[in-house]
């Protein structure tokens, strides 16, 4: 970027053109949006969810509700401490599992 100097000014004092100038050098550039990438299952809210009537409790609602990670979550699942999935949601590559809250209610 160039700077134009109109005036020399005295000691101490500055001109609006400066001043303006001054002001675009120590401006912070504008963040340009991030593209997200798919990681790891965050925990979800609970809060509205009933074990008496089968709901449909994804991954982070597992994660809440045990209190572990994705990873532990997915040890306990190779393992045979928590039950297969009742399902898939979409198709593709990565279906996301879900399982019921009947299901899990058991081993609680």
Same mark, same amino acid.
């Given at each position: 970027?160039v700077v134009?100097?109109?005036?020399? %000014?005295?000691a $101490?004092t500055?001109?609006?053109?400066t =001043?303006?100038? +001054?002001?675009?050098?120590?401006a912070?550039?504008? %963040?340009? +949006? =991030? #593209?997200?990438? &798919?990681? *790891?299952?965050?925990?979800? &809210?609970i809060n509205?969810?009933?074990?008496?009537?089968p709901q449909r409790?994804?991954? $982070?609602?597992?994660?809440t509700?045990?209190q572990?990670s %994705?990873p *532990?979550? /997915?040890?306990?699942?190779? #393992?045979?401490k928590?039950? &297969?999935p009742?399902?898939y /949601?979409?198709e593709g590559?990565?279906p996301? &599992? /879900?399982?019921?809250?009947?299901?899990?209610?058991?081993?609680?």
């Open positions: 970027m134009k100097v109109l005036k020399k %000014a005295g $101490g500055a001109t609006a053109a =001043e303006a100038t +001054a002001a675009e050098t120590t912070k550039p504008v %963040a340009k +949006a =991030e #593209n997200k990438k &798919p990681g *790891q299952a965050r925990r979800l &809210p509205d969810v009933c074990f008496d009537k409790l994804r991954v $982070g609602h597992l994660l509700i045990f572990i %994705a *532990q979550l /997915y040890k306990m699942l190779a #393992n045979g928590i039950p &297969p009742a399902g /949601y979409g590559i990565r996301t &599992p /879900y399982w019921l809250s009947t299901d899990i209610a058991k081993i609680i």
